[in-house]
């Protein structure tokens, strides 16, 4: 089955203060109304944050796969988050977290292998709940 792919960029999702430092909780507002206001159940998404300037903490990357778990009926088949190579530690950890959650969600530094991932028809083990065969 063909993949139908759509992406997002950081910008569209990633609100700072006037002081530069990141609104987090614009930013869940945003990434939460874009889930659940945008039918993504027939997509595989890419989030790409490689030209974000911010950095979250670990506590507030979980927090935002929390968020984003209350949209989870319109969530996509699979999420490729794209970063730069110094932030993988911090999207993998908010992947990890989303996965505890049941959705589909790898980090990667490159296009290519995300796309490759994104339209594999394989099932990731790791988030596959239940050994059921869904990928949410």
Request: charged share 25%; glycine share 4%; proline share 4%.
């Amino acid at each position: 089955m063909p993949a139908t792919i759509k992406i997002i960029h950081a910008t569209d999702f990633i609100k700072a203060t006037a002081e530069g430092e990141i609104d987090l909780e614009e930013s869940k507002r945003l990434l939460v109304e874009f889930v659940s206001t945008t039918n993504l159940v027939d997509y595989e998404l890419i989030m790409d944050t490689r030209k974000a300037h911010s950095s979250m903490s670990v506590t507030n990357l979980w927090y935002l796969a929390a968020e984003i778990s209350k949209a989870g009926k319109n969530l996509p088949r699979k999420t490729a988050i794209l970063c730069p190579r110094e932030r993988f530690d911090h999207v993998a950890f908010f992947a990890l977290c989303a996965q505890n959650r049941g959705f589909n969600v790898r980090a990667f530094t490159g296009y290519e292998d995300a796309m490759e991932w994104l339209i594999s028809d394989k099932l990731d083990p790791a988030t596959v709940p239940d050994g059921q065969g869904s990928t949410r």
